[in-house]
């Protein structure tokens, strides 16, 4: 129990355009979910937590206007970034929370040309 | 600042050595603190949970210890494999689940 998804896996996207993200609980209800950034050889570093039904949270120095973030059930968290540059590229981790713990989806690493 | 440490950043053994992992943090009044693998361009696989009235968790091979007075988790591999080559993060949890503070994680490399 107390799977995570995310899809895609991997997304090559050009300059400029816009990539969604989603993040999946498949066996429970998820009220809170967050999202991690990491960049090559470095460790998770949290952008920002999924509320469903409210605003996302996001952490100091994370654009909210360029990571859109909309938690629209108890199952489904959508990261989009926004006219994404090559910096944007990374590999992307959303978790899930049940009760007191988190559940990690296996990633998405976007590369952007 | 709430901060998560891990030393050494980088370690490579010869199979079959006990080995261990440290992770040091500033704020001793945690709620847990987790232990994950992290296999190249993949995702999470947590390994092991303590909580914060815990001293240590045992599964296989593994075993973490938690010091909180001094800040400080250990995850000791007995009888190490080149299986398990991987990064190994340590994360604290300081607000009952809202969100994990990861060290930079320890690169670990087996030979055979």
């Known amino acids: 129990g107390a799977v995570v998804s995310q899809h895609p896996s991997w997304v090559i996207c050009k300059s400029g355009t816009s990539v969604k993200i989603e993040c999946r609980s498949l066996d429970f209800q998820a009220t809170t979910m967050f999202w991690y950034r990491q960049f090559p050889k470095q460790s998770l570093m949290l952008m920002a937590t999924?509320?469903?039904?409210?605003?996302?949270?996001?952490e100091q120095g994370v654009e909210k206007d360029k990571f859109l973030i909309n938690h629209a059930s108890l199952t489904l968290s959508t990261l989009t970034v926004t006219s994404a540059h090559p910096e944007d590229s990374s590999f992307y981790i959303c978790?899930?929370?049940?009760?007191?713990?988190?559940?990690f989806g296996p990633g998405t690493r976007l590369l952007v040309l | 600042k709430q901060e998560v440490t891990q030393i050494p950043a980088a370690l490579s053994v010869p199979e079959g050595e006990n080995l261990v992992l440290n992770c040091s943090f500033t704020?001793?009044?945690?709620?847990?603190l987790q232990w994950f693998r992290q296999d190249p361009g993949k995702g999470l696989t947590s390994l092991l949970l303590?909580?914060?009235?815990?001293r240590e968790q045992t599964s296989g091979r593994l075993n973490a210890s938690l010091d909180k007075s001094s800040g400080r988790s250990t995850l000791y591999i007995a009888a190490s494999q080149p299986g398990d080559s991987a990064t190994y993060l340590c994360a604290v949890d300081w607000n009952a689940g809202n969100m994990l503070t990861f060290g930079g994680g320890t690169r670990l490399m087996v030979k055979p």
């Open positions: 303590i909580q914060s009235s815990q």
């Open positions: 999924s509320n469903e039904g409210s605003k996302a949270t996001y």
């Open positions: 704020d001793s009044a945690i709620y847990n």
């Open positions: 978790s899930a929370r049940l009760a007191w713990d988190q559940y």
